[in-house]
């Protein structure tokens, strides 16, 4: 079944009951007319400039640069107190600057996707490039990288854990004949030689790693749960193949001896498993050859809480426009998508990406 998983999450523009710029907009010409969309375009110039002219909220824009943090985790990285930074994270959604996501309880913030129609995109992009030259504070760098350990720590546990019980956690989500069958027709559709040089991260139990081997000449397996490892390892010595490397790690390990080397990437639901899912597609885009491909099967965004402490995940799912947003910042283009609903109301999404040459 084909279903569609997007769901819009931008702040709602400007609207036109506020009574003030109603009256001047009546009384001024062309920066104060309604756009089509009934927003006032210089009520967004002023609250972007506005949102703009605050060192705690370029700080907070600077910390969003790869990642999305929940507004605890933004509290702890600037240390200021939850009221205050909820005063500074309203007036960056109303400029439109951040998106928000919620996961569970929590509110998530990233950087809002710049689209080419919207008539601020330049001056978007011109803040964000400023801000990015901003440099982080040490405590701050400190604070950001003991954050992602613990991200990291939380999903590497659970595998630890629970590699045992890895196939009845699964189930809960997935019925794997159908799911298998659908991921092999994936593959073979993308139409890659017998002799490309295959990744696939976070392998688990080995079923797509073993079809992998059957179809490819030159495959690699990264993980960094040892024990995951090892059930990945066994199944493809189960299936009597030797053409399958094992690392134990994450992309930016792979990376160290890997650059270029990949004709496809695969993630089989392992990037809500990720602490820090846009750097994971920087390390994906250089790992890839020139065409190269990535392959992203993925929850859609859901708001089952459960599944943390049932199956050790750390993101509900994630919109495709967030990952064709990560893609896109790392150099990688959208080639083509298609959605599967699976057990208990969950959705999946297959999502193609291509490295081009710059
Ligand atoms: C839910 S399992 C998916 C396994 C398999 N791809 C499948 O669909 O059956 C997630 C796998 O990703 C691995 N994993 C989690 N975080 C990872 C990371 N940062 N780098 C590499 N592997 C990771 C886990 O150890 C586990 O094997």
Redesign the pocket.
């Known amino acids: 079944m084909l279903l569609n998983c997007a769901k819009s999450k931008g702040t709602a523009p400007f609207s036109i009951e506020d009574k003030r710029l109603t009256a001047v907009a009546a009384t001024h010409t062309e920066p104060f007319l309604l756009d089509a969309d009934h927003t006032l375009p210089a009520q967004r110039l002023a609250q972007l400039h506005k949102a703009l002219a605050d060192t705690l909220r370029l700080q907070i824009l600077r910390l969003l640069r790869n990642e999305s943090f929940g507004v605890l985790e933004l509290c702890r990285l600037v240390d200021i107190r939850q009221s205050a930074l909820s005063h500074h994270l309203k007036v960056l959604a109303k400029a439109e600057l951040v998106a928000t996501r919620r996961e569970g309880n929590s509110i998530f913030y990233r950087r809002a996707f710049i689209t080419d129609d919207d008539a601020l995109a330049d001056l978007k992009r011109a803040a964000f490039d400023a801000v990015d030259t901003l440099e982080i504070p040490s405590e701050q760098a400190m604070q950001l990288e003991q954050l992602q350990q613990e991200r ?1 720590e939380l ?2 546990s659970f ?1 630890e854990k629970n590699a045992d019980r ?1 196939s009845e956690n ?1 189930g809960l989500i ?1 019925e794997r004949e159908h799911y298998d069958s659908s991921l092999i027709d994936v593959v073979e559709g993308l139409g890659l030689p017998a002799d490309a040089s295959v990744l ?10 073993v079809e992998l081997a059957r179809r490819f000449a030159a495959v690699t397996a ?4 040892k ?3 090892d ?2 390892r066994a199944a493809i010595a189960a299936d009597g193949l030797s053409n399958v490397e094992f690392l134990l ?3 930016a390990n792979a990376r160290e001896t890997l650059s270029g080397a990949a004709d496809l990437v695969v ?4 990037l ?4 820090t899912p846009a750097a ?1 597609f920087k390390d994906v885009a250089a790992l890839l050859k020139e065409d190269g491909l990535l392959l992203v ?1 993925e929850l859609c965004s859901h708001d089952q809480d459960w599944v943390r402490s049932s ?2 995940d750390l993101w509900l799912g994630f919109d495709e426009s967030e990952l064709d947003q990560w893609a896109v910042m790392s150099g990688l283009r959208f080639e083509q998508g298609s959605n599967l609903a699976l057990r208990n109301g969950f959705q999946i999404q297959m999502r193609v990406f291509k490295k081009h040459a710059n």
């Open positions: 990291s999903s590497l595998f890895f699964q997935v696939e991260i976070g392998p688990g139990e080995g079923r797509l790693l990264v993980d960094n749960s024990d995951m490892l059930l990945s790690g994450e992309t993630f089989d639901m392992v809500h498993h990720i602490a994971t099967i199956c050790g």
